[in-house]
């Protein structure tokens, strides 16, 4: 795995053997499934979290591991009484950077396959069945959640006004329809997180995206559902006003942050690439399996694309950078 920053490199290797340490086989003979879950400051939230976690799934069994990114409050002992294993890293780097440590212990102890989800419970935990099973049966090397064609709680015009305009921007710049760039419940093959470079700190989640569609791996989206955060606040959107809760002022920080991001993962992939447009070309669509509606050029692995872009849920709806917050 290659770090953009020695120092991130230093604070993870550290982590790391705290972690293998810590839980001895527990860390390095992981069950085929890990859950990796960024944890800042969720006290009160991300035990229930952990509980509502499924001890299987597609057949396999699971294992969680929450990385606590510089928790200053009870959130490490709460993950650790609720059955996870806790990576409790003593500096706060923002959510990308914990989830990279999280992929990392993953991959490292044996795990064949990796979810992510949230710690503040917007995301429905029985949906991890759906996003996971197109992994497993080798329709896609990485499938992530889509609320605009599941379900969403929220009101707020304006991120959902962002959620299109990203989803559109990413798919013009990679030439692969995507739906929903920001979802947090998402699952991959555990290795495919160790070829795309992972450098950001925060808003990671487009850079994982167009880094494992630039790297020519099959990316599927699935129905899903986000519900609104029950218990603290969010982090997103961090800076100097944002206390003041000024309406759109936040969003409108964590918009330019994240594209930001977006716009720089984006050249950075076309310059390791080469290319002098859109990174991949998208064809007809064609329908694979229980993913409703698939555009995939042929192939397996890195190299071919497959993407998902259901408008109909199997089923019904299922209830540096210096904001440096998870």
């Given at each position: 795995?290659?770090?953009?920053?020695?120092?991130?490199?230093?604070?993870?290797?550290?982590?790391?053997?705290?972690?293998?340490?810590?839980?001895?086989?527990?860390?390095?003979?992981?069950?085929?499934?890990?859950?990796?879950?960024?944890?800042?400051?969720?006290?009160?939230?991300?035990?229930?979290?952990?509980?509502?976690?499924?001890?299987?799934?597609?057949?396999?069994?699971?294992?969680?591991?929450?990385?606590?990114?510089?928790?200053?409050?009870?959130?490490?002992?709460?993950?650790?009484?609720?059955?996870?294993?806790?990576?409790?890293?003593?500096?706060?780097?923002?959510?990308?950077?914990?989830?990279?440590?999280?992929?990392?212990?993953?991959?490292?102890?044996?795990?064949?396959?990796?979810?992510?989800?949230?710690?503040?419970?917007?995301?429905?935990?029985?949906?991890?069945?759906?996003?996971?099973?197109?992994?497993?049966?080798?329709?896609?090397?990485?499938?992530?959640?889509?609320?605009?064609?599941?379900?969403?709680?929220?009101?707020?015009?304006?991120?959902?006004?962002?959620?299109r305009f990203f989803a559109g921007t990413i798919s013009m710049l990679t030439g692969q329809?995507?739906?929903?760039?920001?979802?947090?419940?998402?699952?991959?093959?555990?290795?495919?997180?160790?070829?795309?470079?992972?450098?950001?700190?925060?808003?990671?989640?487009?850079?994982?995206?167009?880094?494992?569609?630039?790297?020519?791996?099959?990316?599927?989206?699935?129905?899903?559902?986000?519900?609104?955060?029950?218990?603290?606040?969010?982090?997103?959107?961090?800076?100097?006003?944002?206390?003041?809760?000024?309406?759109?002022?936040?969003?409108?920080?964590?918009?330019?942050?994240?594209?930001?991001?977006?716009?720089?993962?984006?050249?950075?992939?076309?310059?390791?690439?080469?290319?002098?447009?859109?990174?991949?070309?998208?064809?007809?669509?064609?329908?694979?399996?229980?993913?409703?509606?698939?555009?995939?050029?042929?192939?397996?692995?890195?190299?071919?694309?497959?993407?998902?872009?259901?408008?109909?849920?199997?089923?019904?709806?299922?209830?540096?950078?210096?904001?440096?917050?998870?």
């Amino acid at each position: 795995m290659a770090y953009g920053n020695p120092a991130d490199q230093v604070v993870d290797d550290a982590a790391v053997k705290a972690f293998v340490q810590g839980y001895g086989d527990r860390a390095t003979r992981l069950a085929p499934v890990a859950i990796v879950i960024a944890a800042y400051n969720e006290e009160g939230a991300i035990g229930p979290v952990i509980e509502e976690l499924p001890g299987e799934v597609c057949g396999l069994a699971t294992v969680t591991i929450v990385v606590a990114d510089g928790c200053a409050d009870g959130t490490v002992a709460e993950a650790r009484a609720a059955g996870a294993l806790v990576c409790d890293v003593p500096v706060n780097r923002g959510q990308g950077a914990a989830l990279r440590l999280g992929y990392r212990l993953a991959r490292e102890g044996g795990a064949d396959y990796i979810v992510t989800t949230d710690a503040d419970g917007q995301y429905n935990p029985a949906e991890i069945q759906r996003v996971l099973a197109p992994v497993v049966a080798g329709e896609a090397d990485f499938v992530t959640g889509s609320r605009r064609l599941g379900s969403q709680e929220t009101k707020d015009m304006i991120r959902r006004t962002g959620v299109r305009f990203f989803a559109g921007t990413i798919s013009m710049l990679t030439g692969q329809k995507i739906s929903d760039t920001t979802f947090g419940l998402r699952a991959m093959r555990a290795e495919v997180t160790g070829t795309v470079l992972l450098e950001q700190p925060q808003y990671q989640a487009s850079e994982l995206l167009i880094g494992v569609i630039t790297h020519g791996y099959k990316v599927a989206e699935v129905p899903a559902t986000i519900h609104r955060r029950r218990v603290g606040e969010s982090k997103k959107g961090q800076n100097p006003l944002y206390k003041l809760h000024i309406p759109g002022v936040n969003n409108f920080f964590y918009g330019v942050r994240f594209a930001r991001v977006a716009y720089g993962t984006w050249w950075r992939e076309r310059q390791r690439s080469g290319s002098a447009g859109p990174v991949l070309s998208v064809s007809e669509a064609e329908r694979i399996g229980p993913v409703a509606s698939t555009t995939r050029a042929n192939g397996s692995g890195p190299g071919s694309v497959e993407t998902s872009a259901s408008s109909a849920a199997s089923g019904p709806a299922l209830p540096a950078d210096p904001a440096k917050r998870t």
